[in-house]
């Protein structure tokens, strides 16, 4: 049995990760190995993301802290949070990729920033690309009316130099 020193301790890290937090997503996890739990710790914090496991009560209690809404007493089972810190689909990558191989884990649901997500809001975050990726495509969009631009001009600077140059040789 957890005190109450340690239950405040552990609210009070819960909410200090949900301060920080970009994402946060929520699992069951029932029958998973210890060791497989492990590996998933260290592959999310590759992605700068973390795992922690608590009491629903208790993560209640941290969401409740930061104005949430959210209650985890509506999800079955015991309740796993995967807390994103950096790019927001890279941790939901790797829990899908993990559920893949681990049938009995399940993403439930999902927090970005304030807006509550559902499995499929999860599913379509992980498919999407990573961030530095959609930054360049973003760039790119962004680039190209200005190289139609750059285009339009130097055609025009172009062909004045071919009439002055026409106008040269008839001269000559």
């Keep these: 049995m957890i005190n109450k020193e340690k239950k405040a301790e552990i609210v009070a890290e819960m909410t200090k990760s949900f301060?920080?937090?970009?994402?946060?997503?929520?699992?069951?996890?029932?029958?998973?190995?210890?060791?497989?739990m492990q590996a998933l710790r260290r592959t999310l914090k590759k992605d700068h993301a973390e795992f922690k496991i608590a009491r629903k009560t208790l993560i209640d209690r941290a969401l409740d802290a930061i104005g949430s809404k959210v209650k985890?007493?509506?999800?079955?089972?015991e309740i796993g949070v995967v807390f994103g810190y950096g790019d927001e689909a890279l941790p939901a990558k790797t829990l899908l990729k993990f559920s893949k191989?681990?049938?009995?884990?399940?993403?439930?649901?999902?927090?970005?920033?304030?807006?509550?997500m559902t499995k499929r809001d999860v599913v379509a975050l992980a498919k999407l690309p990573g961030r530095e990726i959609l930054l360049g495509q973003v760039a790119s969009a962004l680039a190209g009316p200005m190289r139609g631009l750059a285009g339009a001009l130097q055609a025009n600077i172009r062909n004045i130099a071919i009439v002055l140059a026409k106008v040269r040789d008839q001269k000559a």
Excluded: C, D, Y
């Design 72 to 77: 985890t007493k509506e999800f079955e089972g």
């Design 19 to 36: 301060a920080r937090m970009r994402v946060v997503f929520f699992g069951r996890f029932p029958g998973i190995s210890v060791a497989k």
């Design 101 to 116: 191989e681990n049938e009995t884990f399940q993403v439930v649901s999902g927090l970005l920033g304030t807006r509550l």
